[in-house]
């Protein structure tokens, strides 16, 4: 009964339709996000525990750069997000520090910016990052500079369309 419980209990191990044996680590919870790169590369927040807080997988499932050390230096996180696998970059948000994380594929730290305004980020968009803010007015769609750390309202807040959703939501 024990040993069922404890199978029931534990996260599923990610495994890709196109890899061809099983990933060796999962996801912290299975409301952590995962980010997949063009080539197959997979970007999963590290399992509990790890000295690690990100998982960069190739397309086999193989780790191939751990990235993120616990803490609250640069490329340190404490709750970090992926966000972003590119060719040569990934990027993860760290929610508890308000902090967009860039790394070479290579696992060197390329920027670390912090958020000038609370938001949560969800993406990447050519050179911005994409994610929302939250305020009494509701939420707002925005884009990150990750130079400065700025934030822009991806819709015009004076757009007709986007003021009529934010009343009708109240």
């Keep these: 009964i024990a040993e069922q419980a404890r199978a029931q209990t534990s996260l599923p191990k990610l495994s890709l339709a196109f890899a061809s044996k099983t990933i060796e680590a999962s996801p912290q919870s299975p409301f952590h996000p ?5 080539q197959g590369h997979v970007l999963i927040s590290a399992e509990k525990g790890s000295d690690f807080r990100l998982l960069l997988l190739d397309s086999t499932g193989a780790v191939t750069q751990r990235l993120g050390r616990n803490g609250e230096g640069p490329g340190e996180s404490r709750n970090p997000f992926p966000v972003f696998v590119g060719p040569t970059t990934v990027a993860a948000w760290d929610v508890g520090l308000l902090r967009l994380t860039e790394w070479g594929t290579d696992g060197t730290v390329r920027r670390s910016t912090t958020a000038k305004s609370p938001m949560v980020v969800s993406g990447r968009y050519r050179d ?4 929302f803010t939250v305020s009494a007015e509701g939420v707002t769609p925005v884009l990150l500079d990750p130079a400065t750390g700025v934030t822009a309202p991806l819709v015009p807040p004076t757009d007709t369309m986007f003021t009529a959703r934010r009343s009708a939501m109240r």
């Excluded at 995962?34 to 063009?38: D, E």
């Design 128 to 131: 911005r990052y994409f994610g």
């Design 34 to 38: 995962i980010a997949v790169g063009p």
